[in-house]
């Protein structure tokens, strides 16, 4: 039976931009389990009722209803153990889990100031009165006070990736010779950046630029191809 994943869309339905939801696409073909994504918007809490919660990723898979983008990685590894793991036993485990923190908790505050008005107009029209409210209490601030320049938020970037930059100078990727859900969990964030905005916020010459060209290109150019908002 297909399975399948509620995607966070943009106004564009090909638009997928969610940091979750990339994690857990990248995970699925990880496993070379094929899925059907469902267009799912802000405003669309109905439509994952069923789950018990309001927010993406949800996946279906037969009658199973996994949602948040750790359950979904564990319940793979769980469900599919014959084929390549995610969180390869406590060690693997560990390092997924500080790269997902790292990811949610440094990364993503940065990306989201420097991406943030972006977001906003790649986003459903539907969805923006929703957002603008949900994310203004969060933040603070209004979104456009909260928007920084690309050469603050650069800065910033440069930074916080240092212990990445470290870490990809000695080998390809965050898990190691193979990409695993460490690298999918700070991969995500930055599909988010790429598929809504085209700020340009690593140097070229940066091993963590390197690295994300190279999980661009897995699965046969799964997050390469992906439609971008500004494209
Ligand atoms: N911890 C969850 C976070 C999921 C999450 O926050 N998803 C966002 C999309 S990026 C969402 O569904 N937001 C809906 C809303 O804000 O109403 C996971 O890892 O899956």
Redesign the pocket.
């Known amino acids: 039976m297909t399975i399948r994943m509620y995607d ?1 869309a943009g106004a564009n339905p090909a638009v997928r931009f ?4 990339w ?1 857990a696409r990248m995970a699925l073909a990880h496993k070379g389990l094929d899925v059907e994504t469902i267009a799912w918007r ?1 405003s669309d809490k109905e439509a994952i009722a069923f789950s018990g919660q ?4 949800v996946l279906r898979d037969g009658d199973t209803i996994v ?4 359950a979904i990685a564990e319940y793979l590894d769980k469900t599919y153990p014959d084929r390549p793991v995610l969180l390869d036993g406590e060690q693997g485990r560990a390092l997924a889990n500080f790269a997902r923190h790292y990811a949610q908790n440094v990364l993503s505050g940065i990306l989201f100031k420097a991406i943030m008005m972006d977001l906003f107009n790649a986003i459903d029209p539907g969805d923006r009165a929703y957002f603008r409210e ?1 994310r203004e209490k969060r933040v603070g601030s209004t979104l456009e006070q909260f928007q920084i320049a690309p050469d603050a938020a650069r800065a910033q970037l440069n930074t916080a990736l240092s212990p990445l930059r470290a870490v990809l100078k000695e080998q390809p990727f965050i898990n190691g010779r193979h990409a695993a859900f460490a690298d999918y969990c700070v991969f995500g964030a930055f599909m988010w950046a790429r598929n809504v905005s085209s700020v340009s916020l690593i140097a070229e010459d940066d091993p963590t630029h390197a690295w994300r060209e190279r999980m661009l290109d897995l699965f046969d150019g799964l997050a390469r191809k992906s439609p971008r908002a500004t494209a």
């Open positions: 966070l969610s940091p979750y939801c994690r802000f309001g927010l993406v990723p949602n948040d983008s750790w949900s």
